[in-house]
């Protein structure tokens, strides 16, 4: 493949591209060709060392981001400026369900290891009014005295694991959460060309 072809296929698989961007690229897969057949290859092998078009596009396009949209235009801005303000009360409420759906789901989510932590906590408080309590209620029931001291031991012990399980819980979750934000932003880090 010549140097002329290797550039037609390309601009032909970059036609998603906004003109002005695929533009650069050729011009560079251009000079890139150039270089290599001043420094002695023949055109055929410099084509072949840069591989092949689409396989190129691929790569150009998914680096790129670039997304083609066709938007309606009234031709006038006040137009469209007016448009959009009057049609506020339907995007507005689909944005605002949007975020509303999605802070829910945070907060569901981030539910779990809240549960935890409280009911650790819980259990702590009662494990010491228990134990503090208990000599006591040993002074009028001995039975009864033994029983709270033992469920005053026994709610330290819950209460521990509770805990434990709320900062394993809260690490995975906050690992979790770093990465569905990312996912989140990169949704709204695309261009976006628009004609």
Request: with cysteine; hydrophobic share 50%.
């Amino acid at each position: 493949m010549n140097k002329e072809v290797f550039l037609k296929e390309l601009t032909f698989y970059l036609n998603k591209m906004k003109n002005a961007d695929k533009d650069k690229f050729i011009t560079f897969y251009d000079e890139m060709i150039s270089d290599y057949i001043e420094n002695g290859m023949s055109e055929e092998d410099a084509v072949n060392k840069i591989g092949a078009p689409k396989r190129i596009a691929e790569e150009l396009l998914e680096s790129h981001d670039s997304v083609k949209i066709d938007m309606p235009s009234t031709g006038s801005r006040v137009l469209n400026m007016m448009l959009l303000i009057l049609g506020f009360p339907l995007w507005g409420s689909i944005l605002l369900a949007g975020i509303l759906l999605l802070v829910s789901f945070y907060i569901l989510f981030w539910c779990i290891p809240f549960t935890t932590g409280v009911s650790c906590i819980g259990f702590f408080s009662t494990s010491i009014i228990s134990i503090i309590g208990s000599p006591f209620i040993m002074s009028r029931s001995m039975s009864v005295g033994i029983m709270q001291l033992g469920t005053g031991i026994a709610s330290i012990g819950i209460s521990f694991l509770l805990g434990t399980a709320t900062l394993k819980l809260s690490k995975k979750f906050i690992v979790i959460t770093k990465k569905f934000n990312i996912k989140l932003v990169a949704l709204f880090k695309k261009k976006v060309v628009v004609r």
